[in-house]
């Protein structure tokens, strides 16, 4: 199987910033696509950013101009820079990940646990 682990989450006042990393492991021959998403209490969960194995990046309108996502495609990785934060920031980022098999070769999507962000007005 395939495990995601996030990191860097944490409470910060409005205008600051923090790092979110998530690592893959396991069974893995190539991953396409990862990225995060977040779900603030009473909403759905919604994307925030993704990068291609190719490095394409799509970011949600309400984060563009102030979050990067990066990915170290050697080390299995994505980050998460967030800078001006805002309190409508707040939520569970959850790392997600398009793996394939190395046993199997076939393409599946897997989440991590989540980390909290508060961001404090």
């Known amino acids: 199987q395939v495990q995601l682990v996030e990191s860097g989450g944490g409470l910060v006042q409005a205008g600051g910033s923090l790092r979110l990393s998530c690592s893959a492991s396991?069974?893995?021959?190539?991953?396409?696509?990862m990225g995060w998403y977040r779900q603030a209490p009473g909403n759905q969960r919604e994307l925030v950013a993704t990068?291609?194995?190719?490095?394409?990046?799509q970011y949600a309108d309400s984060v563009k101009g102030r979050f990067a996502v990066s990915r170290d495609n050697a080390k299995n990785t994505v980050d998460l820079q967030m800078n001006s934060l805002k309190p409508e920031d707040t939520g569970v980022y959850y790392c997600?990940?398009?793996?394939?098999?190395?046993?199997?070769?076939?393409?599946?999507?897997?989440w991590g646990r989540g980390t909290q962000v508060t961001v404090s007005s």
């Open positions: 990068v291609s194995n190719r490095g394409g990046v």
């Open positions: 997600t990940a398009l793996v394939i098999s190395d046993l199997t070769a076939d393409a599946r999507n897997y």
């Open positions: 396991g069974r893995i021959y190539g991953i396409n696509a």
